[in-house]
């Protein structure tokens, strides 16, 4: 039978930073940990690592040290400033007014929406991020979990629950979920030429750089993450602002695979569902795009009109002009055709 979570054991003081919490250049991991960030009660032991872990303001890089024999893993194609990405744009010239001006409204909406979305999804466990779902290689071969506890907190008795949130979360998001379990907080020994434990497992676990990789410790009532460099996209500092909210507020039910199997599948919903920032900020797009298109028809249409009617009016000139003004060129022309 499983057992609680918690239980008996007294809380181990910094036992987050002995898990190598900060996240450097090398790293996999992601800052602090997951379980010190919930605010709410229940039967059992808060972890009192004080370690929690928070998005930074710096630029996060999450790459693996892997040692000074191994080689670098690729550079992300993306970065981070203050939990925003960000990329380089470039702009064109040579645009009509009425056509600039709708350029300058469109970067004007999506800005405002984009900032908006990203402003609500950090502080908000309810955003909806709109992820592209990952299509890269993962490593099943483990299966979802490993509890190496004598004393299990998973077991037969309650593993369906894990399993269950666990393939609906690599279901939405294309990115495979690993739940590891161990008894005592690791000593920087046990993870020598890597930044944290949490890289060292998943190098040796896995692979591929598909994986999400959760470590959890009983000692602390804790628990860690350690990404794959290709699920970027997917895992970074918001989302797992989601997945840690969501995990937390099942923590209540004193099962692990209640918590993590429920909340990951509660998070991949809100990860990859829309906004309806983006759908409004669409809709306005269309809209605004709509209206360039029907200006443009309409100027076209009046300069074709005027040139139509100054085109009736030349002709209506000439038609009504007496053939004598024309001069006796004229008379005899007329003279000639008559006769024929």
């Known amino acids: 039978m499983a057992r609680s979570m918690g239980g008996s054991r007294g809380g181990s003081g910094g036992g987050g930073r002995s898990m190598g919490g900060g996240s450097?250049?090398?790293?996999?991991?992601?800052?602090?940990?997951?379980?010190?960030?919930?605010?709410?009660?229940?039967?059992?032991?808060m972890s009192s690592s004080g370690s929690s872990y928070r998005p930074s303001n710096s630029h996060h890089h999450h790459h693996y040290h892997g040692g000074p024999s191994m080689p670098p893993p690729p550079r992300r194609?993306?970065?981070?400033?203050?939990?925003?990405?960000?990329?380089?744009?470039?702009?064109?010239?040579?645009?009509?007014?009425?056509?600039?001006?709708?350029?300058?409204?469109?970067?004007?909406?999506?800005?405002?929406?984009?900032?908006?979305?990203?402003?609500?999804?950090?502080?908000?466990?309810?955003?909806?991020?709109?992820?592209?779902?990952y299509t890269g290689a993962v490593d099943s071969s483990h299966g979802y979990y490993e509890d190496t506890c004598v004393e299990k907190f998973i077991d037969r008795s309650n593993e369906a629950k894990l399993i269950s949130g666990f393939k609906e979360f690599y279901?939405?998001?294309?990115?495979?979920?690993?739940?590891?379990?161990?008894e005592n907080t690791p000593s920087k020994s046990e993870y020598q030429g890597y930044d944290t434990y949490?890289?060292?497992?998943?190098?040796?676990?896995?692979?591929?750089?598909?994986?999400?990789?959760?470590?959890?410790?009983a000692e602390e009532d804790d628990y860690y993450f350690a990404a794959g460099y290709?699920?970027?996209?997917?895992?970074d500092d918001t989302s797992l602002d989601i997945i840690c909210d969501k995990v937390n507020a099942k923590w209540y039910t004193g099962d692990l695979a209640e918590a993590f199997g429920d909340g990951l599948e509660s998070a991949s919903k809100n990860i990859m569902a829309k906004s309806n920032g983006r759908v409004i900020g669409t809709v306005?797009?269309?809209?605004?795009?709509?209206?360039?298109?029907?200006?443009?028809?309409?100027?076209?249409?009046?300069?074709?009109?005027?040139?139509?009617?100054?085109?009736?009016?030349?002709?209506?000139?000439?038609?009504?002009?007496?053939?004598?003004?024309?001069?006796?060129?004229?008379?005899?022309?007329?003279?000639?055709?008559?006769?024929q």
């Open 24 to 45: 450097r250049g090398g790293s996999r991991s992601f800052s602090g940990s997951g379980r010190s960030r919930s605010s709410s009660s229940g039967p059992r032991r």
């Open 77 to 133: 194609r993306y970065y981070y400033r203050g939990g925003r990405r960000y990329y380089s744009t470039s702009s064109g010239g040579g645009c009509s007014s009425l056509l600039a001006f709708g350029i300058i409204m469109l970067i004007v909406v999506i800005a405002l929406f984009s900032s908006a979305g990203s402003s609500s999804s950090s502080s908000n466990s309810g955003a909806k991020l709109n992820r592209e779902k």
């Open 171 to 182: 279901n939405a998001t294309g990115v495979f979920p690993y739940l590891y379990v161990i």
């Open 198 to 217: 949490q890289d060292k497992v998943y190098e040796e676990l896995f692979d591929c750089e598909g994986n999400f990789l959760i470590v959890y410790i």
């Open 230 to 235: 290709d699920t970027g996209e997917i895992i």
């Open 284 to 339: 306005i797009v269309i809209c605004i795009a709509a209206i360039i298109i029907v200006a443009m028809v309409i100027n076209w249409w009046k300069k074709k009109k005027a040139q139509d009617n100054k085109e009736q009016e030349d002709l209506e000139k000439i038609l009504n002009t007496p053939l004598d003004t024309f001069g006796s060129d004229i008379d005899d022309l007329a003279s000639k055709y008559d006769q």
